[in-house]
T-cell receptor, first 115, second 113 residues
Framework: DVKVTQSSRYLVKRTGEKVFLECVQD?????MFWYRQDPGLGLRLIYF???????EKGDIPEGYSVSREKKERFSLILESASTNQTSMYLC??????????????FGPGTRLTVT | GENVEQHPSTLSVQEGDSAVIKCTYS??????FPWYKQELGKGPQLIID?????GEKKDQRIAVTLNKTAKHFSLHITETQPEDSAVYFC????????????FGTGTQLKVEL
């Protein structure tokens, strides 16, 4: 079974803090994604990575950065957390070769509260 | 870019009834349309997907239909059961490595006993 794990289920941070959200997948997937989930807005893509050291902006990258130094790990960084970044953050991974499947495997999510 | 609209936002059905969730997309180039189910406290999980060269796909009690001309696709769940209660997301995008999906806003389905 594919497993995508996220470092924390719940996180509380103060405004202005630098926040790191970690995601690890164990299936050697090339593609990894970070989304945020908000009521009524669905899943919105923040950043994604085609492969190690590669990254692309998604639909809402402002206020975020990412790091992919190893294939299995994709980190989301909030340089200076703000209250409007309070949300559920979901990481996902996907194999790139498209051998009949384009399924994204999601982690359980990190609920971040910024006070 | 792609824009996906999903309706309804909430849906309540009686156990055993059918449920239908509808999505429209804007980019005619999109050729891949998955549906994800998110149970409480978990990440979304793929339940069925369809590509643009197919008009309908079934898997037991769930089916998806695609109308490329109208740019809309739907999820049909028959004989609903309490365990079908969850949030469902549609998405649209391109097949191939490195391509991203655009998700709808989600439908909270509640199956009542």
């Amino acid at each position: 079974d594919v497993k995508v794990t996220q470092s924390s289920r719940y996180l509380v941070k103060r405004t202005g803090e630098k926040v790191f959200l970690e995601c690890v997948q164990d299936m050697d997937h090339e593609n990894m994604f970070w989304y945020r989930q908000d009521p009524g807005l669905g899943l919105r893509l923040i950043y994604f990575s085609y492969d190690v050291k590669m990254k692309e902006k998604g639909d809402i990258p402002e206020g975020y950065s990412v790091s992919r130094e190893k294939k299995e790990r994709f980190s989301l960084i909030l340089e200076s957390a703000s209250t409007n970044q309070t949300s559920m953050y979901l990481c996902a991974s996907r194999i790139s070769t498209g051998q009949g499947t384009y399924e994204q495997y999601f982690g359980p999510g990190t609920r971040l509260t910024v006070t | 870019g792609e824009n996906v609209e999903q309706h309804p936002s909430t849906l309540s059905v009686q156990e055993g009834d059918s449920a239908v969730i509808k999505c429209t997309y804007s980019d005619s180039a999109s050729n891949y349309f998955p549906w994800y189910k998110q149970e409480l406290g978990k990440g979304p999980q793929l339940i069925i997907d369809i590509r643009s060269n197919v008009g309908e796909k079934k898997d037991q009690r769930i089916a998806v239909t695609l109308n490329k001309t109208a740019k809309h696709f739907s999820l049909h769940i028959t004989e609903t059961q309490p365990e079908d209660s969850a949030v469902y997301f549609c998405a649209a995008g391109l097949t191939g490595g490195g391509n991203k999906l655009t998700f709808g806003t989600g439908t909270q389905l509640k199956v009542e006993l």
